[in-house]
């Protein structure tokens, strides 16, 4: 604003109220996000979800003690940008798709030495907190505040007090905010249900402190054993109605003769209230000292994916490090992928399982099409390459597959087809799918293989109907979240050949001269000429009209600038279908100036999507060269070229 124009502006309005205009356009620059903060979650029954009333299944990685992080490795800001790129293609998966970022607080009293520890009595830890919190809702993913003592919870009452009465005010305005309790009691003797009550009872302190500041953050409860003992919680819960019981399963446990007590103990909580897995990871290690975590893709991670997913539960992957293990990641940052590798594994879970749709380009190399006699009776085949390999089939449950036809640009399907999917049908990255149509029943798919590890598919399939399919054309197989995708025209299609056209009938209407020749005769009227091809006109099947039954109008043959007329009535039509024949019509030149003499046979038919026209003992305008041959009723009035050649 000029100084002019502002003087006159402050003259005009009140100072004070000019104050309260600034302070007013500050405060909704500095409150309002230019990005979408993750809504509040609350607990309905045994889900999570926002306020919508949609399920969430909050799925992440755990960060290393946010002091460490920041001062020795990086920074937790950078960290955050990798589990949250979209676009890092490493492993299988195109992005980090994370939900949750568990951001890990280590008590001063449980290590030493380390950076920005809690201390009530300064803001340091909270000033870091507070920054990564908030970038955590600039990147849209919700933040879990770990306060992660590993020991007996009765033993740190006092402390863990303290740092809830100091953090829960200071985040209770936070709606991506989770405050997890107490990493991993431990409580030891007695009974399960015992070491939950010792467990239970302190954890019960800890939300009614949070509870008096922050009513509405969901709360995540650890549990006994390191939070492997999870089943008492089914009948003996917390007095409160928004928080999520934890569970952390690690091959030591998955692997032992345990490993049904686990499943059952985790079975039983989820059906009575949320449950998130809250640590799980995995390295292959001959070292003995990893016993805890030596496990494989084959062996636990895969296994405890399918389990985890099949009971709806949520899932904190431990842990996004490079030297804190199980590690996610090599020392130059990149992701350490592979069977006895978590990181890669991490990474595409959590992108199977958010739902997002992607697309696979294919490339065909090989289509085949053939146009049954009779609709019905077609047949498809192709195959080709992947541009990648689809990843997270587990939660498939089907195959669609739609042939498109993209002529004119637009897309119209011809043909879909869907076949049922169980993640056990791929063996060694190879999944084959076959059929035998049974005697008298309907066309389908027959073969579908797909060589995941070589990236390469085929299909094949047999008395199908493709009415209208026209080139260029465009397969998609959609399995999962992904579309697998590719266009192909006649460059391909039959070896370079045309889609034939009996499969254009009531889709396009289009002719196509195979066959022409012309006799000249020595005298006038002597000449004849024959014409045949193919013939695909639209709505033959068109209840509310009666075109284009050629017993009812004109047909006009044309050949260069002559025109035959066929009159209306002199065509018959045959029982069944749309078949049309006339014999040895006489055409006379006095019905009209642009009619010429001759005798016309001629065979269209409509189903078949052939005709046939001679006509004899007329005056044929011929020399060798390119000729136009058309036919005309009705709407029709298409034309193909004739390269014609005299006294062949």
């Known amino acids: 604003m000029e100084r002019k124009a502002f003087a006159e502006f402050f003259a005009k309005y009140n100072h004070a109220v000019f104050c309260k205009f600034i302070v007013v356009c500050i405060v909704l620059c500095v409150v309002t996000p230019l990005y979408a903060v993750p809504p509040r979650l609350h607990v309905d029954g045994n889900k999570v979800k926002d306020p919508n009333g949609n399920i969430v299944i909050l799925r992440g990685v755990a960060m290393i003690d946010l002091g460490s992080l920041e001062d020795w490795q990086g920074g937790a800001l950078n960290m955050i940008d990798r589990l949250t790129d979209k676009n890092d293609t490493q492993s299988n998966s195109p992005g980090w798709y994370t939900k949750i970022i568990r951001i890990m607080i280590a008590p001063p009293d449980s290590v030493s030495g380390w950076p920005h520890p809690f201390n009530p009595d300064n803001n340091d830890l909270y000033n870091l907190l507070r920054t990564v919190v908030d970038y955590c809702a600039e990147k849209e993913v919700y933040a879990d505040i770990d306060w992660h003592y590993v020991a007996n919870t009765y033993n740190h009452l006092a402390s863990t007090s303290e740092f809830w009465r100091h953090m829960a005010p200071r985040f209770a305005n936070d709606s991506h905010v989770i405050f997890e309790l107490f990493n991993e009691p431990i409580n030891p003797g007695g009974s399960d249900a015992a070491r939950w009550t010792s467990v239970k009872n302190d954890m019960q302190t800890w939300i009614d402190i949070i509870r008096g500041y922050a009513p509405d953050n969901l709360i995540f409860v650890g549990t006994p054993s390191y939070c492997q003992i999870i089943g008492p919680t089914a009948t003996d819960p917390v007095s409160d109605d928004n928080v999520v019981y934890i569970s952390h399963i690690y091959p030591t446990h998955w692997l032992s003769s345990s490993n049904q007590y686990y499943r059952d103990s985790i079975t039983a909580a989820a059906a009575a209230h949320p449950v998130i897995m809250g640590e799980w990871g995995f390295e292959s290690s001959s070292d003995p000292n990893n016993y805890i975590t030596n496990g494989t893709i084959s062996n636990y991670g895969q296994p405890l994916?399918?389990?985890?997913?099949?009971?709806?539960?949520?899932?904190?992957?431990?842990?996004?490090?490079?030297?804190?293990?199980?590690?996610?990641?090599?020392?130059?940052?990149?992701?350490?992928?592979?069977?006895?590798?978590?990181?890669?594994?991490?990474?595409?879970?959590?992108?199977?399982?958010?739902?997002?749709?992607?697309?696979?380009?294919?490339?065909?190399?090989?289509?085949?099409?053939?146009?049954?006699?009779?609709?019905?009776?077609?047949?498809?085949?192709?195959?080709?390459?992947?541009?990648?390999?689809?990843?997270?089939?587990?939660?498939?449950?089907?195959?669609?597959?739609?042939?498109?036809?993209?002529a004119d640009g637009s897309e119209v399907l011809i043909y879909p087809e869907t076949i049922e999917f169980n993640s056990t049908q791929v063996k060694k990255g190879k999944y084959k799918y076959t059929y035998k149509i049974p005697g008298g029943g309907e066309g389908a798919i027959t073969s579908l293989t797909m060589d995941f590890n070589k990236k390469t598919f085929a299909i094949k399939t047999k008395n199908i109907d493709l009415t209208g399919l026209v080139c260029p054309l465009q397969l998609n197989i959609r399995i999962g979240n992904y579309t697998l995708s590719g266009d192909v025209d006649e460059t391909i299609v039959n070896g370079q050949k045309t889609i034939p056209t009996r499969l254009m009938r009531m889709y396009k209407d289009t002719l196509i001269v195979t066959k022409a020749k012309v006799k000249n005769g020595t005298s006038a009227l002597s000449d004849s000429l024959s014409v045949s091809g193919e013939i695909a006109v639209k709505d033959i099947n068109d209840a509310n009209m009666d075109e284009p039954n050629l017993v009812k109008q004109d047909v006009n043959i044309v050949w260069g600038n002559q025109t035959f007329t066929i009159p209306a009535g002199r065509f018959e039509a045959a029982r069944k279908g749309h078949s049309y024949k006339c014999s040895k019509i006489n055409v006379d030149p006095s019905a009209s100036p642009d009619v010429n003499d001759g005798i016309v046979t001629a065979t269209i038919d409509l189903d078949k999507c052939t005709f046939a026209v001679s006509i004899a003992k007329a005056n044929i305008n011929a020399v060798s060269g390119d000729v136009v041959f058309g036919l005309r009723f009705a709407d029709f009035n298409e034309t193909d070229g004739v390269n014609l050649v005299l006294g062949h």
Not at 319 to 327: D, K, L, T
Not at 357 to 383: M, N, P, Y
Not at 391 to 405: F, H, K
């Open 305 to 406: 994916k399918e389990f985890v997913e099949g009971i709806d539960i949520g899932s904190i992957a431990w842990v996004a490090s490079y030297n804190w293990g199980p590690p996610m990641f090599n020392t130059d940052w990149t992701l350490r992928c592979g069977e006895g590798e978590m990181g890669g594994f991490a990474k595409d879970w959590l992108f199977e399982a958010s739902g997002v749709e992607q697309t696979i380009d294919l490339t065909i190399t090989k289509c085949k099409v053939t146009a049954g006699k009779t609709e019905g009776q077609d047949v498809f085949e192709a195959s080709g390459t992947m541009a990648s390999s689809p990843v997270g089939l587990y939660l498939a449950t089907q195959i669609d597959v739609n042939i498109v036809s993209l």
